[in-house]
């Protein structure tokens, strides 16, 4: 139906207008604390997107996410900081980290259930951030560690100006949205989303539940490690708060003020909420204040976040088009099975 | 031997302050399916509360305590009604999530209203007696007994009267399905206000000792989540043996093992009961 | 012989819900567990399908044994089930409920995933076909696009079957399946497992209703508060005198 192709081709072009923006970012910004804000936002979007896989599509609320990223963060910046290595060897050996001890978390806590699981995921997170906070001798601990190199350059490209940091951290960015929303529409990313429905029928249907866990929980680790490197050759300090569970309930608020299990909503979410939190710097405490209050209030209200409200609107919009047409030219209607699949797995 | 001594009497009463604080997150825990992430900071407007009747009211400190108490117990009554009430039906997940959200929310009035500044209760029990051999401040006396004294009405108050005893089944429970014809909602409420009490009353016990500020809600949660996973989540008993086993197994670390890491024990222990026991060290069912 | 099993028990806390029974399926026939209500024939359909782990005894299946193994191992073998109550994809359409219930015999992994492979998209494909090729055989083509929770209870009941079939069982295990429809509708349902067993599944089933497990099965098994009382043809348990006592002495009758 023409209206259907229509939207679909307003979807690309909005798709191509987002990233024509995003390139001219540095660009049209109007002051480059703009730019710093906007990058800062790119590296917690991507350990938005992690956390989203797990609490978006697997259904398993994981507080031990700003451990993970406090966990790439530190691995990375140490490597530099005391062993010399560049950037583009520390950066994917912290992902790996992350991933390992994610996987060796996700062993442990997989095996609990509902509210175990939550407890013990933010248990583990505290654990990371502790360790980290009171082993001074290669920590630093609570003073941090400043002094984080930056990437290194490779051949002509060089990392010292903010608008190619941004640019380094927006190619991370958009590996990182390719990756998710390739693995959300494959079969892989379906059954995710079984898991997050219903364990038990999926466990009947002779899906391995538990490997597919440790698979969507390994991914989001890798994730968030390279977020946590990317933070800590950026930012170029480290201190043990990057890994306290009050930035994983950030990121949570992030994600659910976006739209949970929905590709566009950890970005927008992340940008939306950073944005103005740094517009609200003056205030800074009364801003947990209104986050606090807005988590209920979207929980209870718009559990599909801003994205998730607007797909809704869509499909209503498009079945009240359909059904008028339907009552004038009496055609079958295939806007209704469009909507279905809108509100079906996505 | 002395010190050992001491750090047993350390460990009773860090035990004791847990043990308030966990009892209520158990009871709720058991009539509401909801692990309550801002119980904690209850305690901590708790000792708020207390902290400013004293020193901006000059109300003396068992009075203070005891309007604590009974603000907490009306905030107790709004969270639930504010939050979990109309949460109700909401998948499980999307109740943790309000629960964190009401945390924050509390957290960051409090440091809006009152900064991060840490404040003491003013003491007035800080003399020092001796009994057997070894020097205790007598507030540390006065948690032991208050925390005592408190168990033992909550007891009382489950056991010999009729709101009390139907927290208490449905608690035990979940399924109720004995329990037709109850004002649930009632019950809720009451048991939001008994749980907030119980907390405040711990944060009036320990601020002349442990200090009062806008984190320490945060700290005190998680290790009375610990407690309660020990217990067995609901379990009232549960509850009071788990608080006086972290609050001497923490005493007795930090002098024997690390003072440093003396806040990761708790959740180290945690983690080993879990892997362990991937349904809680008291799980009920016959798998 | 598919299913075995030996001593096969089950206890919740003090009660018993299952206690020693000795059970064989053939390959290729139709059985039925009749019994009153609470008897453990739900308990036993969910220790042989793996849904709980058992307390004594043994299952094996098609010689295997299978004591202890995990729950999806179950449907990789080759068990099949349904609910009592019917459990669907709740968030999902019909259509995307089969293609999960394909999943295991699909082999895609995460790289598969993100380089979109051929193995990916073949395995997208295969998922499609063999959903579209189940939809025909339960007859809900017309509504595979609808979320589940907009068809018919009927419907839904027999896209619960689909989904177990569409695991490709060799034993299919069916949890009262005609509860709740009415008599029409349970002549479309009888016909559907009869078809279901002409394509080679041996299937058994838990039923209330009687005439219809007096017409379907080929031999049937009779608990009693956990304890197997009798088996065979429709015949002889009809004229078998524990069962009748069991069913008039029993809490509700059938
Ligand atoms: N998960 C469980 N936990 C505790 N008890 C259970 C559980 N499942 C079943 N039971 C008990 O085991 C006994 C057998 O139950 P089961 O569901 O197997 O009966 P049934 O024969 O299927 O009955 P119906 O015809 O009503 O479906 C019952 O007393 C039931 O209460
Ligand atoms: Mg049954």
């Given at each position: 139906m023409d209206l259907i192709k229509k939207m679909y081709k307003t979807k690309y072009i909005a798709y191509l207008a987002v990233f024509a923006l995003a390139i001219a970012f540095p660009y049209i910004s109007p002051n480059r604390y703009y730019l710093t804000v906007v990058t800062l936002g790119f590296i917690y979007a991507i350990a938005v997107y992690g956390l989203n896989l797990i609490v978006g599509y697997l259904g398993q609320l994981s507080l031990a996410q700003a451990g993970f990223f406090g966990l790439g963060a530190y691995?990375?910046?140490?490597?530099?900081?005391?062993?010399?290595?560049?950037?583009?060897?520390?950066?994917?050996?912290?992902?790996?980290?992350?991933?390992?001890?994610?996987?060796?978390?996700?062993?442990?806590?997989?095996?609990?259930?509902?509210?175990?699981?939550?407890?013990?995921?933010?248990?583990?997170?505290?654990?990371?951030?502790?360790?980290?906070?009171?082993w001074d001798s290669l920590t630093g601990g609570v003073r941090g560690l400043i002094g984080v190199p930056i990437p290194s350059s490779i051949g002509p490209i060089e990392f010292k100006s903010l608008e190619s940091q941004y640019y380094l951290v927006l190619a991370f960015l958009i590996l990182t949205i390719f990756v998710m929303s390739r693995i959300v529409s494959s079969l892989v990313g379906r059954t995710f989303k079984s898991i997050r429905n219903s364990e038990e029928l999926a466990a009947t249907l002779g899906i391995n539940v538990m490997k597919s866990k440790l698979l969507a929980f390994g991914i989001a680790a890798f994730f968030t490690g390279i977020a946590g490197a990317l933070f800590s050759s950026y930012i170029r300090f480290l201190g043990p708060e990057i890994a306290a569970t009050h930035l994983t309930f950030e990121f949570l608020l992030f994600l659910l003020?976006?739209?949970?299990?929905?590709?566009?909503?950890?970005?927008?979410?992340?940008?939306?909420?950073?944005?103005?939190?740094?517009?609200?710097?003056?205030?800074?405490?009364?801003?947990?204040?209104?986050?606090?209050?807005?988590?209920?209030v979207i929980v209870k209200f718009f559990p599909g976040g801003l994205?998730?409200?607007?797909?809704?609107?869509?499909?209503?919009?498009?079945?009240?088009?359909?059904?008028?047409?339907?009552?004038?030219?009496?055609?079958?209607?295939?806007?209704?099975?469009?909507?279905?699949?809108?509100?079906?797995?996505? | 031997m002395d010190l050992l001594i001491q750090q047993v009497v350390n460990g009773f009463t860090l035990g004791s302050i847990y043990c308030l604080v966990a009892l209520g997150l158990t009871l709720i825990y058991g009539i509401m399916e909801v692990?309550?992430?801002?119980?904690?900071?209850?305690?901590?407007?708790?000792?708020?509360?207390?902290?400013?009747?004293?020193?901006?009211?000059?109300?003396?400190?068992?009075?203070?305590?005891?309007?604590?108490?009974?603000?907490?117990?009306?905030?107790?009554?709004?969270?639930?009604?504010?939050?979990?009430?109309?949460?109700?039906?909401?998948?499980?997940?999307?109740?943790?999530?309000?629960?964190?959200?009401?945390?924050?929310?509390?957290?960051?009035?409090?440091?809006?209203?009152?900064?991060?500044?840490f404040r003491s209760i003013p003491a007035i029990y800080d003399n020092v007696v001796m009994i057997g051999g070894v020097r205790l401040t007598e507030q540390r006396l006065i948690i032991i007994a208050g925390a005592v004294i408190l168990m033992v009405a909550l007891y009382l108050f489950l056991k010999h009267t009729l709101i009390g005893s139907t927290i208490e089944a449905m608690a035990q429970n979940r399924d109720g399905a004995s329990l037709v014809g109850i004002d649930v909602n009632r019950v809720a409420m009451l048991t939001?206000?008994?749980?907030?009490?119980?907390?405040?009353?711990?944060?009036?016990?320990?601020?002349?000792?442990?200090?009062?500020?806008?984190?320490?809600?945060?700290?005190?949660?998680?290790?009375?989540?610990?407690?309660?996973?020990?217990?067995?989540?609901?379990?009232?008993?549960?509850?009071?043996?788990?608080?006086?086993?972290?609050?001497?197994?923490?005493?007795?670390?930090?002098?024997?093992?690390?003072?440093?890491?003396?806040?990761?024990?708790?959740?180290?222990?945690?983690?080993?009961?879990?892997?362990?026991?991937?349904?809680?060290?008291?799980a009920k069912g016959g798998h | 012989m598919l299913l075995k099993t030996e001593a096969l028990t089950k206890n919740f806390g003090g009660l018993t819900a299952l206690n020693k029974v000795n059970f064989e399926i053939e390959e290729g026939e139709i059985v039925a567990i009749i019994g009153p209500n609470g008897a453990g024939k739900s308990t036993f359909f969910n220790l042989i399908s793996g849904f709980y782990p058992s307390c004594s005894g043994r299952i094996s299946f098609m010689g295997k044994d299978m004591t202890g193994t995990p729950t999806h191992e179950f449907a990789c073998s080759g068990i099949g089930r349904t609910f009592q109550t019917t459990n669907l994809f709740t968030d999902s359409t019909v259509l995307d409920n089969l293609i999960i219930g394909y999943r295991s015999k699909t082999k895609m992994g995460m790289l598969d995933a993100i380089f979109n492979t051929k193995r990916a998209r073949r395995d997208e494909g295969a998922s499609r076909e063999k959903a579209g090729e189940i939809l025909e055989f339960i007859g809900l083509t017309e509504v595979k696009n609808q979320p589940v929770g907009n068809i018919s209870q009927e419907a839904a009941k027999r896209l619960a079957i689909g989904l177990a079939l569409v695991t490709e069982p060799r034993l299919l295990l069916?949890?009262?399946?005609?509860?709740?429809?009415?008599?029409?509708?349970?002549?479309?349902?009888?016909?559907?497992?009869?078809?279901?067993?002409?394509?080679g599944i041996t299937v058994c089933l838990i039923e209330h209703k009687m005439q219809m497990v007096m017409n379907l099965a080929h031999r049937i098994m009779v608990l009693n508060y956990g304890t197997k009382i009798a088996e065979g043809t429709p015949r002889e348990i009809n004229k078998n005198d524990r069962v009748i006592e069991a069913y008039l002495g029993g809490t509700k009758h059938a």
């Open positions: 691995t990375s910046g140490l490597l530099s900081l005391k062993l010399g290595l560049s950037f583009w060897l520390s950066l994917p050996i912290a992902a790996v980290a992350t991933t390992t001890v994610a996987l060796l978390v996700g062993l442990i806590s997989f095996r609990t259930r509902g509210h175990y699981f939550v407890i013990l995921t933010l248990c583990i997170g505290v654990i990371i951030h502790l360790v980290i906070e009171k003020i976006g739209g949970q299990a929905t590709i566009a909503g950890p970005l927008v979410g992340t940008l939306l909420a950073s944005g103005i939190t740094e517009s609200l710097q003056f205030m800074q405490e009364y801003r947990m204040v209104v986050f606090g209050a807005l988590l209920i994205v998730g409200a607007t797909k809704s609107l869509k499909a209503k919009l498009e079945k009240r088009v359909n059904q008028r047409k339907k009552s004038g030219t009496n055609l079958p209607s295939k806007g209704e099975s469009h909507a279905a699949k809108n509100r079906g797995f996505n | 692990p309550n992430f801002a119980h904690g900071h209850l305690y901590m407007v708790g000792g708020y509360v207390t902290f400013f009747m004293m020193t901006l009211y000059g109300i003396n400190y068992w009075v203070s305590g005891l309007i604590a108490g009974i603000v907490l117990a009306v905030l107790g009554i709004l969270l639930e009604r504010i939050v979990f009430n109309p949460m109700r039906n909401s998948p499980s997940t999307n109740k943790f999530i309000a629960a964190v959200g009401a945390m924050m929310f509390i957290e960051a009035v409090a440091r809006v209203l009152w900064g991060s500044d939001f206000a008994v749980a907030s009490l119980l907390a405040s009353a711990a944060a009036s016990l320990s601020g002349p000792i442990f200090l009062v500020y806008p984190s320490m809600g945060a700290l005190i949660i998680m290790k009375v989540f610990v407690i309660i996973v020990i217990g067995g989540m609901g379990s009232i008993p549960g509850a009071v043996l788990g608080s006086f086993i972290l609050g001497m197994t923490e005493s007795l670390g930090a002098t024997y093992i690390s003072s440093n890491y003396k806040d990761v024990i708790a959740f180290a222990i945690l983690v080993l009961i879990l892997s362990i026991k991937p349904s809680g060290l008291f | 069916l949890d009262e399946p005609a509860a709740g429809i009415n008599h029409g509708e349970t002549s479309e349902l009888v016909k559907l497992i009869e078809k279901i067993q002409h394509s």
